[in-house]
């Protein structure tokens, strides 16, 4: 549950409203504080990201997707093998073409859907919700981020919590905030169920870290940052249950962020003269 001290802190800062999502690109409403952006909203840090950081491994993967959805398609579908069999109608050729081309997307987007779900899953334990059932494909996740819990070191302030930082322009909503049993340490964490854990997602937790820094007043040597990656399915034996990765500095990474917002900026608007 959210503290009397930070719900106070939280009333007198900029309400953060959900995004909207335009083109896979996700802006928030911030009550009082009109946006020059599209949309009158707010970018993002995701959306930030995803249009500045480049992501070599994503073509070949792919590419890896899309030959290996042919040639499922070739041996174990009916269509595969009326090609196979010498009968090259340019119309079930094109279809599965059309269908390696799109399968790199359903992947993606099957893997963005397990993850939200995740995120919810998790979110409404943390809130008080039941957990995930036996047998469901959200259980190992789940039990991944009890197992990263139980050690006690930190204690959940907040789960999928609105943010946004007024001097640099930007918002998003953070997994958990976290807040040390044994210090005045606060933390950003970040869960994610990808198959590594990837330089952006640094970028991203600083830039949280950043907002609820001058939202709640924080000072910056009380703010730490981690991303938990969970896995899909039970870990094999002798397998660590899950995968975390701290911010070296928070402040030096967030100043990697801001290159990344200054850069963002140039490309939306301030590349040709009128």
């Known amino acids: 549950m959210i503290g009397g001290t930070l719900a106070e ?13 335009y083109h896979r690109q ?24 995803s249009a500045t950081v480049p992501k070599p491994a994503l073509v070949p993967w792919a590419k890896g997707v899309a030959l290996g959805n042919m040639r499922m398609v070739l041996l174990e579908t009916d269509l595969g093998a009326t090609v196979l069999a010498g009968k ?20 993606r987007d099957e893997a963005a859907d397990f993850g939200t779900r995740t995120h919810q899953a998790i979110s409404a334990w943390v809130k008080g919700g039941p957990e995930p059932e036996e047998g469901s494909e959200l259980r190992p996740p789940f039990v991944a981020f009890r197992a990263w819990l139980s050690d006690g070191r930190w204690g959940i302030v907040a789960s999928e919590l609105p943010v946004f930082h ?10 958990l905030l976290l807040k040390s049993s044994e210090n005045d340490e606060w933390a950003v964490l970040d869960i994610k169920t990808s198959k590594g854990i990837y330089p952006e997602m640094g970028l991203q937790v600083a830039a949280y870290g950043a907002a609820v820094q001058e939202m709640l007043g924080l000072s910056a040597k009380t703010m730490e940052g981690f991303v938990l990656r969970l896995p899909k399915a039970a870990p094999e034996a002798g397998e660590p249950p899950f995968e975390l990765r701290q911010v070296g500095s928070m402040a030096a990474v967030f100043q990697g962020f801001h290159a990344c917002m200054e850069l963002w900026k140039v490309l939306r608007e301030e590349m040709w003269a009128p």
């Open 26 to 49: 996700h802006w928030y409403p911030v009550e009082g504080i009109p946006s020059h952006y599209p949309y009158g909203r707010w970018p993002s840090v995701t959306t930030v990201l």
């Open 9 to 21: 802190l939280l009333a007198r800062s900029p309400r953060v409203l959900p995004p909207v999502t």
């Open 166 to 175: 007024l001097e640099e322009g930007y918002a998003g909503t953070i997994d």
């Open 88 to 107: 090259f109608d340019p119309e079930w050729v094109d279809r599965l073409i059309e269908a390696a081309r799109r399968r790199p997307d359903e992947v």
